[in-house]
T-cell receptor, first 114, second 112 residues
Framework: DTGVSQDPRHKITKRGQNVTFRCDPISEHNRLYWYRQTLGQGPEFLTYFQNEAQLEKSRLLSDRFSAERPKGSFSTLEIQRTEQGDSAMYLC????????????FGPGTRLTVT | KQEVTQIPAALSVPEGENLVLNCSFTDSAIYNLQWFRQDPGKGLTSLLLIQSSQREQTSGRLNASLDKSSGRSTLYIAASQPGDSATYLCAVMTRNTDKLIFGTGTRLQVFP
């Protein structure tokens, strides 16, 4: 499968614990995005990378959130000291740095904080 | 600030009907507009992408149009089927940004 993959698909954690998600983009794509989607809403942008550089972070991304893309390939999103409000679907997407900038999404990681 | 609105929020139709989903956006300076399908609890599947220089795109029973000057796009689904039941999301990429701004989606149910 040459699409975007995410791991794990589901994560249940207790409030206060740390969690880490992984995203593997389409291999030739140099842009990688993270979005968050809560129930009944459209996805909201969190951050994105071009190669290994993190170029933009949303104000939604509090200090408890950190993302990395160390070698310009896969990316990780870590949430420290999780809160119930962090419960959401975390979506990863990738694209090329050229028109039409089409983004391809992975299956998402569903986080439930109890 | 770009805002994307989708109407209606939900739609229920009998099988075989042709239907139109609407998307509007406030800033017409866009690179592209994408329509996605999302099944419950799943990720997003890209349906159609229209570049800012284009007026429409077609894929099978789907046709998407773009009127950039009025800030509107429509997704036309011909001869709807129960398998089309899903949430349809519209998203735009505004010039000088590199992220998609999404609407809240239209939840479609097609019943036999």
């Amino acid at each position: 499968d040459t699409g975007v993959s995410q791991d794990p698909r589901h994560k249940i954690t207790k409030r206060g614990q740390n969690v880490t998600f992984r995203c593997d983009p389409i291999s030739e794509h140099n842009r990688l995005y993270w979005y968050r989607q809560t129930l009944g809403q459209g996805p909201e942008f969190l951050t994105y990378f071009q190669n290994e550089a993190q170029l933009e972070k949303s104000r939604l991304l509090s200090d408890r959130f950190s993302a990395e893309r160390p070698k310009g390939s896969f990316s990780t999103l870590e949430i420290q000291r999780t809160e119930q409000g962090d419960s959401a679907m975390y979506l990863c997407a990738s694209s090329l740095v050229e028109l039409p900038y089409e983004q391809y999404f992975g299956p998402g990681t569903r986080l439930t904080v109890t | 600030k770009q805002e994307v609105t989708q109407i209606p929020a939900a739609l229920s139709v009998p099988e075989g009907e042709n239907l139109v989903l609407n998307c509007s956006f406030t800033d017409s300076a866009i690179y592209n507009l994408q329509w996605f399908r999302q099944d419950p609890g799943k990720g997003l599947t890209s349906l159609l992408l229209i570049q800012s220089s284009q007026r429409e795109q077609t894929s099978g029973r789907l046709n998407a149009s773009l009127d950039k000057s009025s800030g509107r796009s429509t997704l036309y689904i011909a001869a709807s089927q129960p398998g089309d039941s899903a949430t349809y999301l519209c998203a735009v990429m505004t010039r000088n940004t590199d992220k998609l701004i999404f609407g809240t989606g239209t939840r479609l149910q097609v019943f036999p």
